[in-house]
């Protein structure tokens, strides 16, 4: 009925996939979505939203773009994602990315999930959304062989973290190359790094509302990840400043933390001690940082990335740069 408000379970279904964890999508209530005239009408818009982010990047969009660590081979990188059409028409499913058939689809508790987002970030998500997506294709990730891959937790953040700085790096390098508007690169890394916190968070927003109560290990180091990489593109100033900042592996951990093993055997993480460190690798030299200072306090990171709280985590991150300079970031 025309102007009727339902709301109807989209994504109990065990198919469900989460697109930014490659883990099974499980809102601790069903997601509603409504059918009022309103709400569809935002919808229509979200997709269309998606269509335009997509083309603009598509129809210009060059090699040069990417970065020559990110991928054995860039022309067909480029060719592989520029195949890639947007269906007109939200699917029943939630999303389904097709790259033999050519095409990426867009269910209606995707785009309700993608609502979240203002126009400027929606733009942006889905252009390193597609990108990464058209990676994990490069890399060998398909739809036939993706089912279980999250239970390969390492190989998993390891293909993970060279497809999210392939997608970032490619789009950065592709915005400031077609359409700068007068911002620094410095800035678009910014926005763009930002874009993929914000691209995580709007799942656990779903799926958790305003607390991450269930933070997976795995998650929180992701977190971790991209709020550093956004602190450390202050040095930023050329587009190969960018790739070198981006592309070398970065991994960080909070350790030890107590927890518990949930039904997957995936670690969630529950609290620190006085004991717990942070730790990171940079292209494989090592930082240790305790909270020997009232500046920074390692274990209420925890609670900041619960609360979504990425300024007080960049602060926090910020004080890391700062200390290891060296390393993060030399050219400041
Ligand atoms: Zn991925």
Redesign the pocket.
């Known amino acids: 009925m025309i102007g009727e408000s339902t709301s109807v379970a989209v994504t109990d279904a065990a198919s469900v996939i989460n697109?930014?964890?490659?883990r099974p999508y499980q809102p601790t209530s069903p997601q509603s979505i409504s059918h009022a005239d309103e709400h569809r009408a935002v919808r229509a818009q979200v997709l269309e939203g998606i269509r335009h982010a997509l083309e603009e990047i598509q129809s210009t969009i060059a090699p040069e773009d990417v970065p020559s660590d990110g991928t054995s081979d860039k022309k067909q990188f480029v060719r592989h994602f520029r195949r890639i059409k947007l269906r007109p028409e939200a699917s029943a499913g939630f999303y389904d990315l097709n790259l033999l058939d050519g095409y990426i689809e867009f269910g209606e508790g995707m785009l309700e999930t993608m609502r979240q987002l203002d126009a400027a970030t929606l733009e942006r998500f889905v252009q390193i959304m597609v990108l990464?997506?058209t990676l994990?294709l490069d890399q060998g990730?398909y739809t036939s062989n993706h089912s279980g891959v999250s239970h390969a937790s390492v190989v998993?953040e390891e293909?993970?973290y060279i497809?999210?700085a392939v997608s970032l790096a490619t789009a950065i390098a592709w915005r400031a190359r077609v359409k700068p508007e007068n911002q620094s690169l410095e800035q678009i890394a910014r926005d763009y790094i930002d874009t993929a916190v914000r691209g995580m968070e709007i799942f656990d927003r779903v799926e958790q509302g305003d607390s991450i109560k269930t933070l997976a290990e795995s998650r929180l180091r992701r977190y971790l990840i991209w709020n550093l990489q956004h602190v450390r593109a202050a040095e930023v100033e050329t587009v190969d400043d960018m790739f070198a900042m981006l592309l070398p592996r970065l991994a960080i951990e909070i350790e030890p933390l107590s927890g518990t093993l949930d039904d997957k055997f995936e670690k969630i993480v529950g609290t620190g001690s006085e004991r717990t460190q942070l730790f990171l690798s940079l292209g494989g030299s090592l930082v240790r940082q305790s909270s020997d200072l009232p500046s920074f306090d390692v274990a209420g990171i925890l609670d900041s990335v619960r609360a979504y709280d990425w300024h007080k985590v960049r602060r926090t991150m910020r004080y890391v740069v700062d200390v290891h300079r060296d390393l993060l970031a030399p050219k400041l």
Do not use: F, G
């Open positions: 697109p930014s964890t490659h990464h997506e994990h990730l998993l293909i993970d497809a999210d």
